[in-house]
Nanobody, 115 residues
Framework: QVRLVESGGGSVQAGGSLRLSCAAS????????MSWYRQAPGKERDLVAR???????DYDESVKGRFTISRVNAWNTVLLQMSSLTPEDTAVYYC?????????WGKGTPVTVSS
């Protein structure tokens, strides 16, 4: 059974930082692309960043230079370091992976950035 558990969300003032973690189980973690998505109130869930098994990364333009995705295969964990946060980063952040055509999602961790 695939399980993704996010942690690290919280409330922070604009300009602050947070580090999100996603612990995975039930998959051969090191071969999977891992992604972070976010969903703001009333908006669609959008890709924030992803990291492939070889460590290559992609970022949404809105977070480039501020967010860093990384993975620790020994811990079956993917991290999202977020810096220079703005109120526009307020959202629930979700971890995602897939096995073939099937997507697996965590339950999300909320991030609130106040001005």
């Amino acid at each position: 059974q695939v399980r993704l558990v996010e942690s690290g969300g919280g409330s922070v003032q604009a300009g602050g930082s947070l580090r999100l973690s996603c612990a995975a189980s039930g998959i051969n973690f090191k071969i999977h692309t891992m992604s972070w998505y976010r969903q703001a109130p009333g908006k669609e869930r959008d890709l924030v960043a992803r990291i492939a098994s070889d460590g290559s990364t992609d970022y949404d333009e809105s977070v480039k230079g501020r967010f860093t995705i990384s993975r620790v295969n020994a811990w079956n964990t993917v991290l999202l370091q977020m810096s220079s946060l703005t109120p526009e980063d307020t959202a629930v952040y979700y971890c995602k992976t897939n096995r073939g055509p099937t997507d697996f999602w965590g339950k999300g961790t909320p991030v609130t950035v106040s001005s």
